[in-house]
C-alpha cells in the first residue's frame, strides 16, 4: 500500500521474501524513504540480504505485526511522509 496507491501482493508468510517481493516498492524506491512490513501477529526478522536490498535503495524497513503496521501508516501519512507498507494478513 503506498500513499495514493494500492498494489496487490500475494506473499501470506514472512519467511518467503525476496526482493522480487518488493518489486513494486523498489520501482518506486525514489518515492519511499519507509517501508512497514506487517509480519501478521507479531513482528518478525527480515532477511539480512533482502534489508541491504533496500537499504541500498534508500529505504528504511520497519517490520512489526500487521496491526502496529496499519496504525503507523496513518501516522506517517498524516506527516506526509513518504511510506509504504507490505501487510501479511492476520490469520
Same mark, same amino acid.
Given at each position: 500500500?503506498?500513499?495514493?496507491?494500492?498494489? #496487490?501482493?500475494?506473499?501470506?508468510?514472512?519467511?518467503?521474501?525476496?526482493?522480487?517481493?518488493?518489486?513494486? &516498492?523498489?520501482?518506486?524506491?525514489?518515492? &519511499? #524513504?519507509?517501508?512497514?512490513?506487517?509480519?501478521?501477529?507479531?513482528?518478525?526478522?527480515?532477511?539480512?540480504?533482502?534489508? *541491504? #536490498?533496500?537499504?541500498?535503495?534508500? &529505504?528504511?524497513? #520497519?517490520?512489526?505485526?500487521?496491526?502496529?503496521?496499519?496504525?503507523?501508516?496513518?501516522?506517517?501519512?498524516?506527516?506526509?511522509?513518504?511510506?509504504? /507498507? /507490505?501487510?501479511?494478513? *492476520?490469520?
Amino acid at each position: 500500500m503506498f500513499q495514493n496507491e494500492t498494489v #496487490e501482493w500475494s506473499t501470506s508468510c514472512i519467511d518467503n521474501l525476496s526482493g522480487t517481493s518488493f518489486s513494486a &516498492i523498489l520501482k518506486n524506491n525514489s518515492t &519511499i #524513504e519507509i517501508l512497514l512490513i506487517g509480519c501478521g501477529t507479531g513482528a518478525k526478522l527480515i532477511k539480512t540480504n533482502l534489508l *541491504v #536490498e533496500l537499504k541500498n535503495a534508500g &529505504i528504511t524497513v #520497519e517490520p512489526m505485526d500487521t496491526g502496529a503496521a496499519c496504525r503507523t501508516f496513518n501516522v506517517l501519512i498524516a506527516e506526509d511522509r513518504r511510506v509504504a /507498507a /507490505a501487510l501479511i494478513p *492476520v490469520a
